[in-house]
């Protein structure tokens, strides 16, 4: 009896070894992005990786295949700024203030919750109050898996997303996730430790820096807030590590979870959609000291604005939330000409900045539908990108600017097995998401999903079979 039930628990370890781990979509156009385009291969994945790609690829005995004559391949699209994963957060800010932050003369997307009560009664008397400071969050430790928001990315191509908190000055530190319907929120995390999301709230999104028009109350104010916290954070540091070194006779120095937060930060991202905030960032940065990444660039179009980013050589995040009239103008209002230039032109400033060789990434601000944020690409392609370098602003080119390219951004051997499988190229208006590969995960649109570019939107997903 024993060598018998010994003998069954073997073949059904055997039968249970020989589930289908691996997929093979073959013969279809494949986009790899980081190579040249392959126009009949076979890209196959495993256990979540890509094991291989090209043209003279088998597909594995034990691999589930997909036909993909017809079909297009490519790397799975990156959002290089958002908050889906994380519910209940407000969009993440477009940078800038005023009317060329968002659709006419109001921000071009929705101002966060309000702060707690006790926050708000409270007076801030000064920078060691450490008002709207939660460097210490971690968007990782924030997720959840159920954010309606996922599906529809997925929808429309989505595999990935770096996410960040977005309430306050110091908002928080960012992590890059994978877009799964996983039951742990930790599955979804690539990496964490993004960037620390820094918003300069005083006058636009959110009202006064410190509630109960304590400090900080102003632009200058806020500036000068950030300023002193990096300061403050670099003593701190110098005497955390005298401590270290020699800690007898020393009174140790008292934990402080804001300064801990900024010192852990790799780079921070910083709000700049006009020239005035451009240039007034770049300099800001430089004299902080910190690798910074520009978020916004509203008026990137602007010749200024390109060679002050060129010079830098700082990478930008280009909002694809492009200003539009007011829903409802006042009839007596005169828009100023910088207010419609910003409204004509600001689709063209990826194409420029391509042109001029600055780094960027496109980044959904609040645009969660899928109709939405295909037509927003579209318009950045009418307005002068290329479609090639539409694909790599949401794909390679976020993944190189936070230092994931060993594993996001193209169809390579070695890389994460995130996919987008279309009928057509990618951004054309009739064409299909047939499914979404997320972690070698397949997700199949239901067929009420509207050709891409056009059509009504919805959220809903069904899980394929691999696992």
């Known amino acids: 009896m024993n060598k018998l039930t010994t003998a069954l628990l073997l073949f059904c370890a055997c039968a249970a070894a020989q589930t289908h781990t691996a997929v093979a979509i073959r013969n279809a156009k494949i986009v790899p992005v980081g190579g040249p385009v392959l126009s009949k291969g ?15 690829v088998q597909a594995p005995p034990d691999a589930a295949v997909v036909e993909g004559e017809g079909m297009t391949v490519y790397p799975g699209l990156i959002d290089a700024l958002s908050t889906w994963g994380i519910p209940g957060a407000a969009a993440a800010a477009a940078g800038g203030r005023g009317a060329t932050a968002g659709r006419g003369a109001t921000p071009a997307t ?64 960012g992590a890059i996730i994978d877009l799964l319907s996983a039951e742990r929120p930790g599955a979804m995390v690539v990496a964490q430790g993004a960037g620390q999301y820094i918003s300069l709230t005083a006058g636009g999104r959110g009202g006064g820096g410190g509630g109960g028009g304590g400090f900080p109350g102003s632009l200058m104010g806020e500036i000068a807030y950030v300023r002193q916290v990096y300061l ?41 959609g006009r020239l005035v905030e451009i240039d007034r960032m770049l300099r800001f940065a430089a004299e902080l000291k910190q690798p910074a990444i520009l978020y916004g660039v ?44 910003t409204r004509d032109q600001a689709a063209s400033a990826p194409a420029l900045l391509r042109k001029a060789g600055v780094p960027f990434a496109l ?105």
Do not use: C
């Open 298 to 341: 509203r008026e990137g179009y602007r010749p200024e604005a390109v060679d002050l980013l060129k010079k830098a050589g700082a990478p930008v995040l280009v909002s694809m939330h492009w200003p539009e009239p007011p829903r409802d103008p006042d009839p007596e209002l005169v828009e100023s000409l910088r207010t419609l230039q």
């Open 363 to 467: 980044y959904s601000d609040g645009l969660d539908q899928a109709r939405d944020l295909q037509r927003a690409v579209k318009k950045a392609i009418d307005a002068g990108l290329s479609r090639d370098d539409a694909i790599r602003a949401l794909t390679l080119s976020p993944a190189e600017i936070y230092g994931v390219a060993d594993r996001l951004g193209s169809i390579e051997k070695g890389k994460i097995g995130n996919l987008v499988v279309t009928r057509g190229d990618l951004f054309d208006d009739r064409t299909k998401v047939e499914m979404v590969f997320v972690d070698g995960v397949k997700y199949i649109p239901p067929p009420e999903t509207p050709p891409a570019g056009g059509g009504r939107g919805q959220t809903a997903e069904t899980p394929g079979g691999v696992r």
């Open 110 to 173: 929705p101002a966060p919750a309000p702060a707690a009560p006790a926050a708000a009664t409270t007076p801030s008397r000064g920078p060691e109050d450490r008002p709207q400071t939660t460097s210490w969050l971690n968007a990782a430790d924030e997720l959840s898996p159920t954010d309606p928001r996922i599906a529809t990315a997925r929808a429309a191509g989505f595999t990935s997303a770096v996410v960040f908190p977005t309430r306050g000055i110091f908002a928080g530190q």
């Open 42 to 56: 076979t890209v196959v994945i495993r256990d979540g990786l890509i094991v291989d790609v090209g043209e003279n």
């Open 232 to 272: 403050d954070a670099q003593h701190y540091a110098l005497v955390k590590e005298a401590y270290a070194r020699s800690p007898r006779g020393m009174a140790r120095p008292e934990y402080d979870r804001a300064l801990e937060g900024v010192l852990e930060s790799k780079r921070i991202l910083l709000p700049a």
